[in-house]
C-alpha cells in the first residue's frame, strides 16, 4: 500500500541539520524497527512542515522493505472508511482489515475536526489492534489537546491510555522546511 503514496520519502532525503532538535540516532534506532516487532507506537509531534508525515513515510518504507505489510492514511480518510462500513454495515470486516497491515500509519491528526462518532470509531480501530499490531501517528497538536481534537474528552483518555502504553514520542520543536527559504519568518534561522 506504500506504493500509492504521491511522494516516497525516505531517510535518506531527510536533513537532521535542518532540526537539531530531533535526535538522529532515535530516528535510526526506530528505523531498526524493533517498535513494529513490539507491536508499540510510535509518535511524531510538532507543528506544520517540521517533517512529521516525512519521517512516518521514511519509516514505513523501511518497514516495507524490511517485509513488512504496511497502510498508509490520514485520520481524516482512516475514520471515513469506517464511518461508511458502519453505514454498511461492514464496520467490523473494515476493523480487521485495518488490523491487517503490520503497521497503520496515521497521519494528519489535529488538521481536521473529526466527524461525530469519529472518535469512537478511532478508538475502536486502535483497541483492535492494541499489542497486535505498530502504529505511527503524526500529529500538529499536543496530547493535552486531543480532548478537542476528537471531540470527546473520555474517548480522547481511552484512545491516550492505549497509545501511550508502549510508546515512542518524538517531539520536534523545530521551524518549517516548507518555509525555509523565507528566513524572515523563522527567528532561529
Ligand atoms: P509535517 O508532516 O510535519 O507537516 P512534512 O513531513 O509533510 O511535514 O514536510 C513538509 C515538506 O518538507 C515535505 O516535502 C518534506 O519532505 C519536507 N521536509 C520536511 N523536513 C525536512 C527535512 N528535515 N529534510 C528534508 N525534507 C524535509
Known sequence: RMARLATIKTLAGFD???QPSLDRDRIFTLAQLGFVERHEAAHFLGPPG???SHLAIALGVEAVKAGKSV???TLADLIAALSRAEREGRLQERIRFFCRPSLL????I???PVIAGGGNLFFQLVNARYEKGAMILTSNRGFAEWG???GDAVVAT???DRLLHHAVVVQ?????YRLRQHAELMPEH
Open 148 to 150: 478537542d481534537v476528537f
Open 16 to 18: 537532521f541539520s535542518f
Open 71 to 73: 497502510y498508509f492514511c
Open 110 to 112: 489535529g488538521y481536521l
Open 50 to 52: 517540521t517533517g512529521k
Open 105 to 108: 500509519i496515521v497521519d494528519e
Open 172 to 176: 520536534i520543536e523545530g521551524s518549517s
Open 158 to 160: 481511552a484512545l491516550l
